[in-house]
């Protein structure tokens, strides 16, 4: 892919915007990139990628679960201290065991959301795809009723029982 800017180098640096839903992708070379005043990092240690995408620094108040201050990961010794510290975890068990003081920081993160709703891998099969359409359609389905706006969960139920045929 040959760079936006300039169309002559290949686009080595690929930026994603979102604005108010809508997402507008830029493809550039590092010679335009720099020449447009971003920085670039060829190489970014992975610790220090996360913690600049995260780049929240949780407070004693977000991590103040009383019955998790004193817990360590019974896989990797973590504790909630460290995290505060070093502002990544151990391990992948660290999320359940610190679950409780972890979903405010990852719903705030998140702008509410907890669970993924990123892209699926190409790889992935046609029926876990339609699962998935299936769960996220009952998830909007549930707050349809919850919010009280019965046609929509009409729609929403119809599709349902349309995708399960």
């Known amino acids: 892919m040959l760079c936006q800017i300039c169309n002559n180098k290949d686009a080595t640096i690929h930026l994603t915007e979102i604005t108010d839903g809508a997402r507008s992708e830029m493809h550039i070379c590092e010679q335009c990139a720099a020449e ?30 009383p019955s998790e201050q004193q817990a360590a990961c019974p896989i990797c010794g973590f504790t909630l201290d460290q995290f505060r510290k070093e502002g990544v975890l151990g391990c992948p068990n660290d999320y359940e065991v610190f679950e409780k003081s972890l979903r405010p920081l990852v719903e705030k993160a998140h702008n509410g959301q907890t669970a993924h709703c990123g892209k699926l891998p190409s790889r992935t099969s046609l029926d876990t795809k339609k699962q998935i359409e299936l769960l996220g359609l009952r998830r909007q389905l549930e707050a349809a009723v919850q919010n009280e706006d019965y046609e929509l969960a009409a729609k929403l139920r119809d599709k349902i029982g349309e995708s399960e045929k």
Request: hydrophobic share 40%; proline share 7%; aromatic share 0%.
């Open 36 to 65: 447009q005043g971003i920085a670039v990092k060829s190489h970014i240690p992975i610790n220090e990628l996360l913690s600049s995408l995260l780049a929240v620094q949780p407070s004693d108040d977000e991590l103040s679960d």
